[in-house]
Structure formats: structure tokens, C-alpha cells
Nanobody, 125 residues
């Protein structure tokens, strides 16, 4: 098992940058494929990015590719999402997630067993 604790987020104007962090407490961090998802009220959780266990493979959704970057620091058991050139449509609650299943990266929420508590990102002038 792994417990995920998120930090970062907040209110920023369009065009600004934010970095989200997700610390893995307990468990073996390198056992897990990690991902970021986001959710708007009344909508399904949406894939943002995923990264393989050692960080050699990443996947980003079309809507964030070129603006957001997922990364991980296995030595310190942390996952990051660097968000640049933020847009109002990026406003959502962001969740980190961990998957112990066999694979490289996953884009569907059902593949992930563990979730962080969520953090609000609001992009508004």
C-alpha cells in the first residue's frame, strides 16, 4: 500500500505556472506507475499525465501536451506536475494516483488503486 499526500495548487492568472507535488508515504514508490488526473464538478475524472516506474516513459493528454510536464524523484518518493501557460479551462481539482499493475503508463482511472486527496487549481484573471 501507498499513501499519497498532495501539495501545491491555488489561484493563478492565465499564462502563469504552477507545480503540483505528490509525496508517497509508506510503500515502495518505485513499485508504482504514477499519474495525474483532474476533475470538474459533475464530470468524469480526466487523464492528464502518467509516468513509468523509473521515469523513462511518460504520457500526456492532448490538451496539456507541450504545456504540462510530469516527472518523478524516486530518491525522495515524489511525483510532480509542472504546469506552464495555464488556461482557464485547466481549472479543476487535480489528483495524483498510483498503480501497482504491470505496464508502462496508464491513462484510465480504473488502472490506479491509490489516490491523493486532491488539490484545487483555479486559473482566472
Amino acid at each position: 500500500q501507498v499513501r499519497l499526500v498532495q501539495s501545491g495548487g491555488g489561484l493563478v492568472p492565465p499564462g502563469a505556472s504552477l507545480r503540483l507535488s505528490c509525496a508517497a508515504e509508506e510503500g515502495t514508490f518505485t513499485s508504482y506507475i504514477m499519474g495525474w488526473f483532474r476533475e470538474l464538478p459533475g464530470k468524469e475524472r480526466e487523464f492528464v499525465a502518467s509516468i513509468s516506474r523509473v521515469g523513462g516513459s511518460t504520457s500526456h493528454s492532448n490538451s496539456v501536451r507541450g504545456r504540462f510536464t510530469i516527472s518523478r524523484d524516486n530518491a525522495n518518493n515524489k511525483l510532480f506536475l509542472q504546469m506552464d501557460r495555464l488556461r482557464p479551462e485547466d481549472t479543476a481539482v487535480y489528483f495524483c494516483a498510483a498503480s501497482g499493475q504491470t505496464g508502462s503508463t496508464f491513462t484510465t482511472p480504473a488502472r490506479y488503486e491509490y489516490w491523493g486527496q486532491g488539490t484545487q487549481v483555479t486559473v482566472s484573471s
